[in-house]
C-alpha cells in the first residue's frame, strides 16, 4: 500500500493507517485513522488480519479493531481463526472485528437458503468462544452478489464486536450502504458522536489591493453556483439510479438492457464522485464519545438493542417505500386515517323497516335462569323418557 493512496483518502498530515498487502485482486486490508482522534498503542499483523489497539485521544479508552479478509479453503480459514483467537489472547480490551469473513454466519444469510455448513457452524463457534455478538444490519440483508448474472447473494461482510465494546458506545448502529462499483456493499458501524466542521476560511486583506480582485470572485462566484450547485444534485440522482438497480436485481434477474442500464449508472455514479473529490476534497471527521451515564452496562446494553430494534430506515405503505421522514409521518397518519374513518357511500339503514316483536314477558323469561324442572325435563327428554 503506497503512502500515496493511502493519504487520498483524507485527514491530511493527521492521517495515520497500518496495512495488509492485497496478494493479486484478492486480500488486502487497510486501517486509517485520524490521529487527532485515535492514538495507536501498538499492532499485529497475521496472514488474513490486520490488529491495532488504539486509545482514545479525548477519554483515553483503549480499544482494539481487527480488520479481516477471510480465505476460500477450509485450511486457510483455520488460520484466520487461530490468528483472531490470538489477538483475544494478547490483549483483553473492548474489541471490535470487521471486514469480508467470506463465509456466512446464519443460514437466513443467503438468497438460496441451502443447509448449514460445517464452515457455518465453525464461524458460530469461534464468535461464542470469543464472545463476539453480530449486530443487526440496516438497509439490507446482503452485502455481496455475484455468479452469472448476479443471482447468487450473500452477507459476507460484517462486524462483530463483544460486550465491553458495547458498553463503551451507544447507539450501536450497523449499516449497508449503497455500492456504486463493487459487487460488496459498504458496511458502517457507527456509534454516536460529533461532526467537526472543515477548517475555516481565512481572508487575507491584501487580496483587496489587487486590481480587479472583485471582479474576479464575481466571476468565479457564479462559475462556482454554476457548477458545483448542479453537482450534488447530478451524484444524488445517480446514486438514486444505482440503488434502483440494485433492488431490482435483489427481486429478479436482469435482461441484458437492464445489466447495461445499472452499469452505466455505476459509470455515471463514478464520474461524478471523481469530479466531486478533485473540486472539493472536503471531509467528514467522525469522533467516537462514550456515553457519560451511570447506568450498569447490563442496562446500558438493553438500552442499545431497543435502540437498533426501534431503528426503521423505511417502510413500505400500499407497496410504495418511503425513506424520508417526513414521508413517512404523512403516510403512516394516510394509512390509518384511511383505516379507521368511516368510507363515505351506501350504508343499511333498518330504522323505517317494521319487524316482528316479542312481548316484553317473553324477553324476560329468556334472560331468566333454568328452572329445575326445566333442567329435569331436558333431561328425560335426553333419554326418551
Not at 462514550?290 to 442496562?299: A, H, K, L, S, V
Request: glycine share 10%.
Amino acid at each position: 500500500m503506497s503512502e500515496g493512496v493511502a493519504r487520498s483518502l483524507g485527514s491530511g498530515r493527521f492521517l495515520d493507517w497500518r496495512a495488509l498487502d492485497a496478494s493479486g485482486t484478492a486480500g488486502g486490508i487497510l486501517i486509517c485513522w485520524d490521529k487527532r482522534t485515535l492514538e495507536i498503542m501498538d499492532w499485529e499483523e497475521g496472514q488474513f488480519s490486520l490488529s491495532c489497539r488504539f486509545k482514545n485521544v479525548d477519554n483515553g479508552m483503549v480499544w482494539v479493531f481487527t480488520g479481516v479478509y477471510g480465505p476460500f479453503t477450509k485450511e486457510e480459514r483455520e488460520w484466520l481463526w487461530e490468528e483472531i483467537g490470538a489477538i483475544r489472547g494478547l490483549w483483553e480490551d473492548p474489541w471490535c472485528v470487521g471486514g469480508d469473513f467470506n463465509i456466512t454466519l446464519f443460514q437466513r444469510e443467503r438468497n438460496r437458503q441451502g443447509r448449514i455448513s460445517s464452515a457455518m457452524r465453525r464461524f458460530a463457534q469461534v464468535a461464542d468462544e470469543l464472545g463476539l455478538r453480530d449486530i443487526p444490519m440496516q438497509g439490507g440483508v446482503f452485502t455481496w452478489s455475484g455468479g452469472p448474472n448476479n443471482q447468487s447473494w450473500a452477507r459476507l461482510d460484517r462486524f462483530l464486536v463483544n460486550t465491553s465494546w458495547l458498553d463503551q458506545f451507544s447507539s450501536v448502529l450497523q449499516s449497508r450502504l449503497p455500492r456504486p462499483l463493487s459487487d460488496h456493499f459498504p458496511v458502517s458501524l457507527e456509534g454516536g458522536g460529533l461532526r467537526r466542521g472543515p477548517s475555516p476560511f481565512r481572508f487575507e486583506n491584501m487580496w483587496l489591493k489587487v486590481e480587479g480582485f472583485q471582479d474576479m470572485i464575481r466571476r468565479w462566484w457564479w462559475e462556482i453556483e454554476e457548477v458545483f450547485g448542479n453537482l450534488g444534485c447530478n451524484k444524488a440522482a445517480a446514486l438514486q439510479q444505482v440503488e434502483f438497480w440494485d433492488c431490482v436485481e435483489s427481486e429478479r434477474i436482469l435482461s441484458m438492457e437492464e445489466t447495461e442500464l445499472k452499469n452505466e449508472a455505476k459509470v455515471n455514479y463514478q464520474k461524478w464522485v471523481l469530479l466531486e473529490e478533485t473540486h472539493w476534497r472536503q471531509l467528514s471527521r467522525e469522533i467516537w464519545l462514550r456515553e457519560g451515564d451511570r447506568n450498569t452496562g447490563y442496562f446500558h446494553r438493553i438500552a442499545n438493542a431497543n435502540r437498533r430494534n426501534n431503528y426503521l430506515d423505511r417502510i413500505k405503505i400500499d407497496g410504495v417505500s418511503l425513506t424520508e421522514e417526513q414521508e413517512v409521518r404523512d403516510g403512516v397518519a394516510n394509512a390509518y386515517q384511511k383505516l379507521l374513518s368511516k368510507e363515505a357511500g351506501w350504508q343499511a339503514d333498518i330504522g323505517r323497516l317494521c319487524l316482528d316483536q316479542i312481548s316484553q314477558q317473553d324477553a324476560e323469561n329468556l334472560e331468566s335462569p333454568f328452572s329445575e324442572e326445566e333442567v329435569h325435563s331436558a333431561l328425560l327428554e335426553m333419554n326418551g323418557g
